[in-house]
């Protein structure tokens, strides 16, 4: 397998992920899950981009995914519209499925590639689900036979030259005790970035889906007593300051901190 050379400076590569809003499954059955990975073959086709690893948990998904033509935003809302449009019209439910905008983070290096990939794969193990090679519903076993949904010469490329020996490399890569080697570093950071970083644009949107209104600012509008009842609601979301909750939704970092 011969190695392939790319920049990863200029290299669109991006770790993203789709949450249950207020952490509420997203798959209720097989089914589900199926219909998910389906929609996924289908916007591959239409965005012409590379699926690198994925991971389906009962209330989130991981996607690693190499953004050809940069149009990640568009790829991520045509898998959204067409799941909840599926998941709704099922389960017979109207609103918001999903928690805010999807996240997304570039993937800059190798290593920090091969880290992020075993951490999705061993995102089951972690929950207690089954072991990272018997869970159905990740691209770990993808890696070890051939399949048309995964692009696995990139990742297994780092590992070798030698397709045979790449192969047995991810096995065994998978297969370190996380607590004794520098993936526990990784997950850690990882696990930052996901539930750190969120733009005042997200918390603005995060808080309409709690709240179940179309525009942060409304608020600003209701009398004294609903809105502090609402910004209650909202004060202590996890990770979420009161100075980004105050620029989100406009109003007094002091009004806040009072309720």
Not at 56 to 71: A, C, F, G, P, R
Request: hydrophobic share 35%; aromatic share 12%; net charge positive.
């Amino acid at each position: 397998m011969p190695r392939i050379a790319r920049d990863y400076n200029k290299l669109k590569v991006y770790h993203t992920i789709i949450r249950g809003i207020d952490k509420q499954d997203i798959f209720y059955s097989e089914k589900d899950r199926i219909k998910f990975i389906e929609i996924i073959k289908d916007t591959k086709e239409k965005y012409n981009y590379e699926l690198y690893a994925y991971c389906l948990m009962d209330n989130h998904v991981h996607l690693v995914i190499y953004d050809k033509n940069e149009e990640i935003s568009k790829m991520m809302q045509s898998i959204e519209i067409s799941y909840v449009r599926y998941f709704n019209q099922k389960y017979e439910r109207t609103g918001h499925l999903f928690q805010n905008r999807f996240f997304s983070k570039k993937v800059e290096d190798r290593e920090y590639l091969k880290m992020l990939c075993r951490y999705i794969h061993q995102n089951p193990l972690k929950a207690g689900v089954a072991k990272t090679e018997e869970y159905k519903w990740s691209s770990y076993n993808k890696y070890l036979k051939f399949n048309k949904l995964v692009d696995t010469k990139f990742l297994l490329s780092v590992f070798s030259e030698d397709e045979k020996e790449a192969k047995e490399e991810f096995i065994k890569f998978h297969n370190i005790n996380v607590e004794e080697n520098k993936q526990k570093e990784i997950n850690d950071m990882i696990e930052y970035e996901m539930y750190e970083k969120m733009s005042d644009e997200e918390v603005g949107k995060y808080v309409c889906e709690i709240l179940q209104i179309d525009n942060v600012h409304e608020i600003t509008k209701f009398n004294k007593d609903i809105r502090n009842e609402k910004l209650l609601k909202v004060k202590n979301l996890k990770n979420i300051s009161i100075s980004q909750l105050s620029r989100a939704i406009g109003i007094s970092r002091k009004i806040i901190e009072r309720l």
